[in-house]
């Protein structure tokens, strides 16, 4: 026997789900191969934690009788032995009464819900990470130089995709401009290029067509209020894709 196949036998040894000829060659595995015996120790142990947390279930009674039924309405009607059909019957019924059985099925759809619980987390996680709307700003020689991310949260954060020269004394003011009547406000002061999140504290939420800049200004920021540097780059927001 192959390691992973007698790693996958062991595993559903301790799961209870193996069954007839295998069941039975697994027993003696079991009493008398080390190898094997430590192997369903070790997903015993693995798997210790989901079986307590699955409590058996013992079946509908109601639909224990009508599987009975079909059963035997199955056994008249073939041409096999009767004692044939009275040994399946036997059997579905050790199946159906039998921790081992459902003890899988229940631990198994455990799994599935939990499976299914963190891919939704993750689709949503992924989703709160994607930026509704991008601009980039691009430099005088139309260079993308940075850019702009908001996300449906509310959080907007400068990327810088280049580095930018800062002269001592100085420092990178980020504005932004939604509305021509009121000006550009500024969003953010940092000394060297780096990704910061803008500061938009009791300012509208950023919509299509935004303008963002980064200006060269005094360490302190603007003494004005309003750019007073060169304009190192531009962009307007756009909806992401």
């Known amino acids: 026997m192959i390691p992973a196949e007698r790693d996958r036998l062991a595993a559903e040894y301790a799961l209870g789900v193996v069954e007839g000829a295998e069941r039975e060659r697994a027993d003696a595995l079991f009493a008398g191969d080390e190898a094997f015996t430590r192997a369903v120790t070790r997903w015993a142990a693995h798997l210790g934690e989901l079986d307590r947390a699955t409590p058996g279930i013992a079946p509908d009674p109601v639909l224990w009788e009508r599987i009975s039924a079909t059963l035997a309405q199955s056994a008249r009607s073939s041409a096999a032995p009767a004692r044939a059909a009275g040994t399946m019957t ?66 907007t954060e400068l990327v810088p995709l280049d580095t930018i020269a800062v002269p001592p004394g100085k420092a990178l003011e980020i504005w932004t401009l939604w509305d021509r009547a009121r000006g550009p406000v500024s969003v953010g002061l940092i000394d060297a290029a780096r990704r910061v999140n803008l500061r938009l504290d009791g300012l509208p939420a950023p919509g299509p067509n935004q303008l963002f800049e980064i200006t060269l200004e005094p360490a302190t920021g603007s003494p004005t209020g309003r750019p007073t540097g060169p304009i190192l780059m531009k962009g307007t927001t756009s909806s992401a894709l």
Not at 98 to 103: A, K
Not at 128 to 139: E, G, K, M
């Open 90 to 155: 036997t059997r579905w019924r050790e199946i159906w009464s039998s921790l081992g059985f459902w003890r899988p099925a229940a631990m198994a759809a455990a799994c599935a819900a939990l499976l299914m619980a963190v891919g939704l987390g993750l689709a949503v996680q992924r989703a709160s990470r994607a930026p509704v709307l991008v601009a980039v700003l691009l430099t005088d020689a139309s260079r993308p130089a940075a850019v702009v991310n908001a996300f449906a949260d509310g959080r």
